[in-house]
């Protein structure tokens, strides 16, 4: 296995990583993965050709690697689940009851301008209270099942 190679592999692991934790509908995109993976190890042997310090070229391969990433529609969900409906469930529960609430949430989704920094700011609060509502109402429909 040449460098590159080794150097896609580890982008593709990390990515994988971030995905199963917190992007679970993508975690099996293998293409998306392999793209991503692959302009971050160019990204990184380009950047270091030029002569960057090894902490900026981490810095530009991760930027490529994790663009669009940093706000989880799942993470959202399982918060919610977490702090407002942990009394109905067990802790282990709440993950695969998040990754079914994915498509009931996806119209309260559609309201927000989802951006990297969404979750810090103001409107994070009113996609809050509405993904509280829409799961209260799925559980008074269908129950935890």
Same mark, same amino acid.
Not at 68 to 82: E, P
């Given at each position: 296995m040449d460098k590159k190679e080794k150097d896609l592999n580890y982008f593709e692991l990390r990515l994988q990583e971030l995905l199963h934790a917190s992007f679970p509908e993508r975690a099996e995109d293998r293409t998306f993965i392999k793209q991503r993976a692959g302009w971050a190890a160019n990204a990184y042997e380009g950047a270091f050709m030029a002569g960057n310090p090894i902490e900026e070229c981490d810095h530009i391969a991760n930027y490529i690697l994790?663009?669009?990433?940093?706000?989880?529609?799942? &993470?959202?969900? /399982?918060?919610?689940?977490?702090?407002? +409906? %942990? &009394?109905?469930? /067990?802790?282990?529960?709440?993950?695969? +009851? %998040?990754?079914?609430? /994915?498509?009931?949430?996806?119209?309260? +989704?559609e309201n927000y301008h989802l951006t990297d920094d969404f979750a810090y700011s103001y409107e994070f609060d009113a996609l809050y209270t509405e993904l509280t509502g829409a799961i209260a109402i799925w559980i008074e429909q269908y129950g935890i099942q």
């Open positions: 994790f663009e669009n990433l940093h706000f989880s529609r799942f &993470d959202a969900i /399982l918060q919610v689940l977490s702090s407002e +409906f %942990a &009394d109905l469930m /067990l802790d282990e529960e709440l993950r695969p +009851f %998040a990754l079914k609430m /994915l498509k009931v949430c996806e119209p309260v +989704f």
